[in-house]
């Protein structure tokens, strides 16, 4: 694979890849607790280390890249019993990683006496593929069973700002500014679903998704859209509430879900509040917040004294 069609794959699959591989850490997450495991012991019984598990299950699945990711996921998926092979099949195709190349047809189903089985060249690359998997697992299993920690109030960022780890834990003081956060799901939200937000600046309505994310409201921007894509959702009406430095500014309706998965966006005018934090809850009904997502407009706001 060359270089540029790497990064073709990666820019273009990135977002059906998180949001297939969060879909199955969901599903593993759930059996793992259901089972009673904490982490440590889920660590211990698939061989993935602590740490990335933490990582994994926190949504953050661009900390290394796909192929070790799925490796990952496989070995925890298949120590749990909870193995989704059509799930798996997505998240490697979404990854750019083709799917293993079936015998070749000129191979002889029963072959009879006297008779030679021929292996093509597309079946020995197959094999090939297969057996850098394993060895990518193995290496993983290895090498990353003590990774170094983040220092404290650090996020690890994924190259180009496609950023899916959760922040810290943002602290809403009467009197203070919210810490940015982003990728955030909420306590009470229902575990059947999978959600996912980010801020952006247009969205490609024809493939209703957002045109890159933002880390950071851009210096003289007038406007900024949250996108957020729900699945699972229970069918009540969905809000986005805006607001701004701990105050609630709007409370955007983004319609009633009618399917197993609903994509929905709002828009904001900024800039004339100042510094400060924007956050955008996404609520189902008047109950449960989805998620919560906060970006930083102007200058960072100073710490709280």
């Known amino acids: 694979m060359t270089e540029k069609n790497h990064r073709r794959i990666t820019m273009e699959n990135l977002t059906e890849f998180v ?8 599903a593993l997450t759930k059996k793992r607790v259901g089972n009673g495991l904490s982490t440590e012991e889920a660590a211990r019984q698939s061989g993935v280390a602590e740490e990335q598990l933490r990582r994994l299950e926190s949504g953050d699945l661009e900390f290394l890249p796909p192929v070790y990711v799925i490796a990952l996921l496989r070995k925890y998926a298949l120590a749990l019993g909870t193995f989704d ?3 798996f099949k997505e998240l490697k195709q979404a990854a750019g ?5 079936a015998q070749q047809q000129n191979l002889e189903k029963s072959p009879g006496k006297g008779r030679i089985l021929s292996v093509g060249p597309k079946a020995i690359a197959a094999a090939g593929i297969a057996a850098v998997l394993i060895i990518s697992a193995l290496f ?14 650090e996020t690890p960022t994924a190259a180009g700002g ?21 990728e955030s799901k909420q306590a009470g939200a229902h575990a059947a679903t999978a959600h996912t937000g980010c801020f952006t600046l247009s969205i490609n309505k024809e493939k209703r998704q957002p045109n890159g994310r933002l880390a950071r409201i851009p210096a003289g921007t007038s406007s900024i859209i949250y996108f957020s894509d729900i699945h699972r959702p229970s069918g009540k009406p969905l809000y986005h509430e805006w607001s701004f430095n701990g105050k609630q500014v709007d409370k955007i309706a983004v319609g009633r879900p009618s399917g197993p998965r609903w994509r929905s966006w709002s828009r904001k005018t900024v800039g004339k509040e100042g510094n400060g934090v924007w956050r955008v809850r ?3 009904g008047d109950g449960v917040v989805l998620r919560a997502d906060s970006i930083l407009s102007g200058k960072p706001p100073a710490a709280a004294e």
């Open 19 to 26: 949001r297939t591989g969060r879909i199955i850490v969901d």
């Open 97 to 101: 990683i083709p799917a293993p190349i």
């Open 282 to 284: 996404v609520r189902e």
């Open 140 to 153: 993983l299993s290895r090498t990353y069973r003590s990774p170094a920690e983040t220092p404290p109030g």
């Open 162 to 182: 496609y950023s899916s780890a959760p922040a810290p834990a943002a602290d809403e003081g009467p009197a203070g500014a919210e810490r940015p956060e982003q």
């Open 85 to 87: 092979t059509a799930l």
